[in-house]
């Protein structure tokens, strides 16, 4: 038996069967560490300053422990943690790694629970996801001195397991998208909103939370200083609410292109048909820009529901087109208002903007999640830059 006292200042005691390593394990007493072993990495941890306290929590407990911490400091929204705590319970908290003590944790464990989740049948986007909460659970872990080191990293790429690709619409397909709105009865009414998503790249709820006080036509910007989201409040019911933006970042001013202003322009005049420019107040905040057919609010569910709607009418013609005509039909991909922010700043990189000011324009947090979308590239955009580089060297340059 060993006594000691733990980084926390609580007295703890270790066991073994057997003093040092030399000596025989008693029969039928399953295999572990001499006291003096025990013994070195204790002391070990404490001339470290790891907490063998907070090493011995499990997986859960951490999980647990970091969405608070993050949700006291503001850190991540109360959607966000609702997501990610909805996942988690549905995906992870059973499992058999989750109760393991993190410092226990080796890269095998984490490699078996993700592969036990791909025989389960999970999608490879739950999984990314978890396993983005999990490297920054181990991470703050490994800063805190919980543990010594994070073996999250690479294990989904060391099983292929990548998430779903969110192309952005090409050229021809956003031209084909909208034009379809435009002459739908059904969908017409909502040609301006995404217009205007298109060419401002904002997120969901910036959007559907943009408030006519938030328009300067003037000076031809609009100020993004919160969003509304449709999510349980403090007393645990679901309501419209107006939220900070996702990040410190997402606060910002952006300026209009002369689509996204006559979009706006003809939006006011819709609206002002209608009678309902001053509409619904949330939280003090009134005169919503966009509305539903229905005249109701947006949720970020119910967007995605009608782009969804969209994409599935759109490509039912023209597979009944394309039968008629005898040629392979141009179908549209999936479409959710995440990849109409995408498609708008992929529009922005081909037009040759620089990255810091696409930055600001998309409120990224840091200049890494605007280069992802500013280096994809497709075949249109190829061909363009090469036929830039020919003009150039030929004396004729293009811009």
Not at 92 to 98: C, P, Y
Not at 106 to 124: A, F, V
Not at 232 to 237: A, F, N, P
Request: aromatic share 10%.
């Amino acid at each position: 038996m060993y006594r000691y006292t733990n980084a926390n200042g609580d007295r703890q005691v270790e066991y073994s069967w057997r003093l040092v390593a030399s000596d025989p394990r008693p029969q039928g007493r399953k295999k572990e560490l001499s006291l003096r072993e025990k013994e070195t990495l204790i002391e070990q941890d404490r001339y470290d300053m790891i907490s063998t306290s907070y090493g011995s929590m499990t997986v859960n407990e951490l999980f647990d422990f970091y969405v608070k911490m993050k949700q006291k400091r503001g850190k991540i929204t109360v959607r966000t943690i609702e997501n990610y705590t909805k996942i988690w319970n549905k995906n992870m908290r059973k499992r058999k790694f989750a109760g393991m003590p993190i410092q226990a944790v080796r890269k095998t464990h984490i490699l078996d629970c993700y592969q036990e989740m791909l025989e389960d049948g999970m999608g490879n986007g739950s999984i990314t996801l978890i396993h983005k909460v999990l490297s920054a659970m181990f991470n703050h872990a490994v800063s805190e001195d919980y543990i010594r080191r994070n073996y999250a990293h690479g294990c989904t790429k060391e099983l292929g397991i990548y998430n779903n690709k969110r192309d952005a619409l090409t050229q021809a397909q956003q031209v084909e998208f909208l034009n379809f709105i435009r002459e739908s009865k059904e969908y017409s009414p909502y040609y301006w909103m995404f217009e205007f998503f298109l060419e401002t790249g904002c997120r969901s709820g910036e959007g559907t939370g943009l408030l006519w006080g938030n328009i300067d036509f003037r000076k031809k910007y609009i100020k993004i200083d919160h969003q509304l989201l449709y999510e349980l409040d403090e007393e645990g019911k679901r309501r419209f609410q107006i939220c900070p933006p996702k990040t410190i970042k997402g606060i910002r001013k952006i300026p209009l292109t002369a689509k996204a202003l006559y979009a706006l322009k003809k939006q006011k005049e819709y609206m002002l048909k209608h009678g309902m420019l001053g509409n619904f107040t949330v939280d003090s905040h009134s005169g919503f820009v966009f509305l539903t057919k229905r005249f109701q609010l947006w949720s970020a569910a119910q967007l995605d529901i009608i782009l969804h709607r969209i994409v599935y009418d759109y490509n039912s013609i023209e597979v009944a087109n394309a039968i008629m005509e005898d040629r392979e039909p141009e179908l549209l991909p999936n479409i959710t208002a995440h990849i109409l922010r995408h498609t708008a700043c992929t529009r922005m990189a081909e037009a040759g903007m620089d990255q810091r000011t696409l930055q600001e324009i998309m409120g990224h947090s840091n200049l890494a999640i605007t280069m992802k979308v500013y280096n994809h590239v497709d075949d249109k955009r190829m061909r363009d830059e090469i036929e830039k580089f020919d003009a150039k060297r030929d004396g004729k340059s293009k811009v």
